[in-house]
């Protein structure tokens, strides 16, 4: 408090110092002009007496210069005058002027011919003295003097000097009165800040930091920020202490970042994906960040955030390329950018015939045997080569200084990238993960191009799938379809010298324990959610899905519908909740089957709605996972109906919300996911009555039961999280042997 106050004090001294110099500056100007302002007015005066005396002194006429002198000496501004001849001797003068010294004529033509003039004093009278020559053609006739009051030149500086203190004093006295508001009001939030880092820092759980003027924004969000990471420290430290403590293995995102470390030996990461894990908006308000809704970010990044690695993706936003550098990167996350976004820029034309067209009309349906027929064009296939290769181009690039570099390429869009990177850089680590299933060999024998799909992702080291099935089927189309040999005692195939070994992975979400949002939803929230529907019911379920055909909506409302017929006693006292996504509705198909799904609801909903209460609330619109998880809490039951799934992340996502151990997952044996939550109700979305009573089974069913097969499904989901996904893909990457050396890569 006391150093405060002296630099308060040093501070205002300073400051009062540097006005009283300004001031004095000021003071000093303004006198300088107020003396040149009189002497202009007497030196014109002067000239006017010379032109008068001028002829008297040509000829000598020395009473005419007697008379004259003493009539113009009794002027307002004149106290006196005197005439000098040209050897300097005084011809005529007032009394006044004998006080002054007189000056030398000589001198006076030879330094001043323009005229002289000095400020002296008579007595304590300030007086003005000024001599200005005649001439007659170059000739010197005489010499006349003026002497002046200039007390009004001492009178206005001392008005200007009263002035400018009075002036001065009121702006210190602003300046202290505003210095020390600012230090109060600065002082005190200071003193609040320090005071909730403190807390913090010892572990006291606060509300978040509130500065009040709007200069501290700043500071707020870094404050806020660095707090939740030192909060995300700490939990994760107990976490651990904790693990160790009871000898348990569990993932966490700090082992992961550990893990990937060692593995990597402190090298990058390239990650390549459609899917960008920022984008840049322009809006209303200027630029703005989103965060797309991803499972993929969400398992990845924290791998990129340990290693500082290198995400290449289609930049989409349109405002991406205004925060890129020349070399189309930026460091993310925003915040506190930690790796390396780089954007790769396709045209309309390569989007449209390699993501719309080759990818989700082509791909997407022929691994999901969902009985939609997958659309196969020449120019799709066209352009989804030249993305491949731009995207080779991009990964090439950002991995050229780098020795052995590990690259994780990601889905479907991307089959043939893992051969064109290792043709060039053999060198190099690839692993590629197919997020969607892999159907038989029958069903993908169809695709004209199977041979240079599966030869473009043999080019990997790695091959990621959900699920053994997968696995397999992806062995069996290669041994049926090329010249390779495929091992399956250690599940890889071997061709043309180069080996592919083929692996499981199942993906999976955050540990339950780790969520943020983990906690139980309470009486109150569900009470608001069910008042939201418009009926306060008994039962409520809920469905979150994209508007794919491939995530059986239509079969799931048919299976309410029959639900309802079978227990009519649920008619107004059961309401689902469908959060319905719109998605890829530049597809024509996808679009039909958006307003197959709107017409059906509808129909149901007409047949049984009373008054305000309807069986299916259609929520068609993107939804944060904030407003997502809240259902899920209040949900007593949630209904996962995927006809075809690699995994179907909504039914993890579910059970990992549930910290109440409560609520049922109803999940179709055609998810991935059937594979490891046994203690979900599993179900035949094909089977509409089966459908109805493991809807009524739900319901139905006690709490203890309830808890014991959620207890359960929450341990499965805590143990195979994402991080262990991300740390075992990443493991197994490491584990493989390369090599070939750089130098033999053909560049």
Not at 515 to 534: K, Q
Request: charged letters at 25%.
């Amino acid at each position: 408090m006391r150093g405060s106050l002296r630099f308060l004090a040093l501070t205002l001294a300073a400051l009062v110092a540097l006005w009283a110099t300004i001031a004095f500056y000021q003071v000093s100007v303004e006198k300088r002009d107020l003396r040149r302002e009189f002497e202009r007015r007497v030196s014109a005066l002067t000239e006017g007496l010379v032109d008068v005396a001028k002829p008297l002194l040509e000829r000598d006429a020395l009473g005419d210069i007697r008379r004259i002198v003493q009539r113009h000496s009794n002027q307002e501004r004149i106290l006196g005058m005197a005439i000098y001849d040209a050897e300097g001797r005084r011809i005529a003068a007032t009394e006044i002027e004998k006080l002054v010294q007189p000056l030398d004529a000589l001198a006076l033509i030879q330094e001043r011919p323009q005229g002289i003039g000095e400020l002296v004093r008579a007595g304590d009278k300030p007086l003005y003295w000024f001599a200005l020559p005649v001439y007659e053609a170059q000739r010197l006739l005489g010499v006349v003097a003026v002497v002046s009051d200039a007390s009004e030149i001492e009178a206005q500086g001392r008005r200007v000097m009263r002035d400018t203190a009075l002036r001065t004093g009121a702006e210190v006295l602003v300046l202290i009165a505003v210095v020390l508001i600012v230090r109060s009001n600065v002082a005190g939030q200071i003193q609040h800040t320090a005071t909730w880092i403190r807390s913090v820092r010892a572990g006291v759980r606060m509300p978040p930091l509130r500065l009040n003027h709007a200069v501290f924004r700043p500071l707020t969000r870094e404050v806020t920020d660095l707090a939740k990471s030192l909060d995300a420290a700490r939990a994760q430290a107990e976490e651990e202490a904790r693990l160790r403590d009871a000898n348990e293995s569990r993932w966490t995102a700090e082992r992961l970042r550990v893990s990937v470390r060692a593995k990597l030996q402190n090298s990058p990461l390239f990650v390549v994906a459609n899917r960008e894990p920022y984008m840049h908006v322009l809006g209303e308000s200027g630029v703005s960040v989103l965060v797309p809704a991803s499972g993929l970010v969400t398992a990845m990044e924290p791998v990129l955030l340990a290693c500082d690695g290198t995400w290449v993706a289609h930049g989409s936003g349109n405002a991406d390329r205004t925060v890129t550098d020349e070399h189309d990167r930026v460091r993310v996350p925003p915040d506190h950018p930690r790796y390396t976004l780089r954007r790769v820029w396709l045209s309309a034309e390569e989007e449209q015939g390699y993501y719309q067209g080759l990818a989700n009309e082509g791909l997407w349906p022929l691994c999901h045997i969902a009985h939609t027929r997958p659309t196969f064009r020449p120019d799709d296939w066209q352009q989804y080569r030249i993305v491949n290769r731009k995207f080779a181009d991009a990964v090439l690039d950002e991995m050229d200084a780098t020795d052995q570099p590990a690259v994780l390429v990601q889905d479907y869009h991307f089959a043939l990238l893992p051969r064109l990177l290792k043709a060039r850089r053999p060198d190099a680590r690839v692993a590629i993960f197919w997020h969607i299933p892999w159907p038989n060999p029958e069903a993908f024998g169809i695709c004209p191009w199977q041979d240079e799909l599966l030869d473009g992702l043999l080019g990997a080291d790695l091959i990621g799938f959900h699920t053994q099935f997968h696995c397999n089927n992806f062995l069996e189309t290669v041994e049926r379809s090329l010249e390779a040999r495929v091992e399956w005692e250690r599940f890889a195939v071997s061709r043309n010298g180069h080996t592919t070994e083929v692996r499981p992975f199942p993906i999976s979400v955050a540990a339950p324990d780790d969520a943020s949002d983990a906690s139980p939803a309470g009486p109150a929230e569900r009470a608001s959610l069910r008042r939201e529907l418009g009926a306060d019911v008994l039962a409520l379920g809920i469905g979150v899905d994209r508007v794919d055909y491939t995530k059986g909506l239509i079969e799931r409302f048919r299976g309410i519908e029959q639900f309802l017929e079978r227990y009519d006693a649920f008619v107004e006292q059961f309401t689902f909740v469908q959060i319905a996504a719109p998605s890829r509705t530049g597809i024509d198909r996808y679009a039909d089957f958006l307003r197959s799904v709107e017409a059906e609801a509808d129909r149901i909903n007409r047949r049984f709605q009373r008054h305000s209460w309807k069986p299916i609330v259609l929520l068609g619109r993107h939804h944060s996972h904030e407003e997502i998880t809240r259902w899920y809490r209040a949900a007593d039951f949630c209904l996962v109906t995927s006809l075809h799934d690699g995994m179907n992340l909504v039914a993890k996502e579910f059970v990992a919300s549930r910290a109440d151990e409560d609520g049922v997952l109803i999940l179709s044996t055609f998810a991935g996911a059937a594979r490891e939550l046994h203690d979900a109700i599993i179900v035949n979305p094909y089977d509409i009555g089966a459908l109805a009573d493991a809807i009524h089974a739900a319901i139905d069913m006690g709490r203890r039961e309830r808890t014991a097969r959620m207890r359960r499904m929450r341990q499965v989901v805590s143990e195979y999280n994402v991080y262990r996904w991300a740390g075992n893909l990443i493991s197994e990457l490491c584990r493989i042997r390369v090599d070939t050396p750089r130098k033999a890569a053909v560049r």
